[in-house]
């Protein structure tokens, strides 16, 4: 049974930093990918970042030279290091790790969720 468990959400002025990290356990097959995901009140959920195994990064156009992923292959830990915190960056966030179940085919796994909130 895989599980992702999220902690460093919490409440932060604008402008400020936070730190998110997910852990993985449970899984017998390799991680493909793990990323960030964030869902705001009614918004749809949408890509924050994600990284492969091999170190790739994607970001979201809204967050690129203000958020950084990183991971730790070796703990199947991920990292979202978020400075110069916006309003609009207040949403839920999820935790996502793909493993590669066959070549090419990946199934999706979804932490609990984090709130972050930005906020004066």
């Known amino acids: 049974q895989v599980q992702l468990v999220e902690s460093g959400g919490g409440l932060v002025q604008p402008g400020g930093s936070l730190r998110l990290s997910c852990a993985a356990s449970g899984g017998i097959y390799n991680i493909h990918a793990m990323g960030w995901y964030r869902q705001a009140p009614g918004k749809q959920r949408e890509l924050v970042a994600s990284i492969t195994r091999g170190g790739s990064t994607n970001y979201a156009d809204s967050v690129k030279g203000r958020f950084t992923i990183s991971s730790d292959n070796a703990k199947n830990t991920v990292y979202l290091q978020m400075n110069f915190l916006k309003i609009e960056d207040t949403a839920v966030y999820y935790c996502?790790?793909?493993?590669?179940?066959?070549?090419?085919?990946?199934?999706?796994?979804w932490g609990q969720g984090t709130q972050v909130t930005v906020s004066s």
């Open positions: 996502n790790a793909q493993y590669e179940v066959l070549a090419g085919t990946v199934l999706d796994y």
